[in-house]
């Protein structure tokens, strides 16, 4: 009997210890989405987007919030690949606290001309936590090809010969 006692002791304190789950991180349950986007032309985020050209500014960052608490949003902007920076270098950083009801938080990044191509990756830390790592590339500019010509072809001349009446 003691051993029967035993072993389910045994099999209730596994099968507990099968189901407790650690609780989430409460900065996973601060956000609902993270995305890079272009701008729509109308200085606003376009649709979601992780290739961009060397003349797409700025780049928009969208974080939605899961709830309207005030939170701070940080966003640094890393270049991680990009020819004549070193590797891992912070580029840009903004931050905003945002107030009360706000679910959204907007940021925009833009170089002094244009982007220069490479590799590049947006970390998101809510309340000092880091949340997102989105890393995106700004593709090289297109090489121009070289001008064709277009004009029809003439036909080359040619002899005119007719036919003899036998």
């Known amino acids: 009997m003691r051993v029967v006692i035993t072993i389910a002791f045994i099999v209730f304190a596994s099968a507990l210890t099968a189901f407790a789950q650690p609780p989430e991180p409460a900065e996973n349950r601060l956000f609902e989405q993270v995305y890079l986007a272009k701008d729509n032309g109308a200085g606003q985020a376009g649709d979601p987007a992780t290739l961009f050209s060397p003349t797409d500014i700025p780049i928009h960052c969208v974080v939605v919030l899961s709830n309207a608490s005030q939170v701070t949003v940080r966003m640094v902007l890393v270049a991680v690949n990009v020819p ?83």
């Open 84 to 166: 004549g920076v070193k590797p891992e270098k912070e580029v840009i950083s903004s931050s905003y606290t945002t107030k009360d009801l706000q679910d959204r938080v907007f940021f925009t990044g833009k170089p002094r001309g244009t982007w220069v191509a490479g590799t590049y990756r947006a970390d998101i830390y809510i309340d000092g936590n880091l949340v997102e790592k989105l890393e995106f590339r700004i593709l090289p500019a297109s090489i121009r090809s070289p001008t064709l010509n277009l004009q029809p072809k003439l036909p080359s001349k040619t002899k005119n010969t007719t036919a003899k009446k036998i």
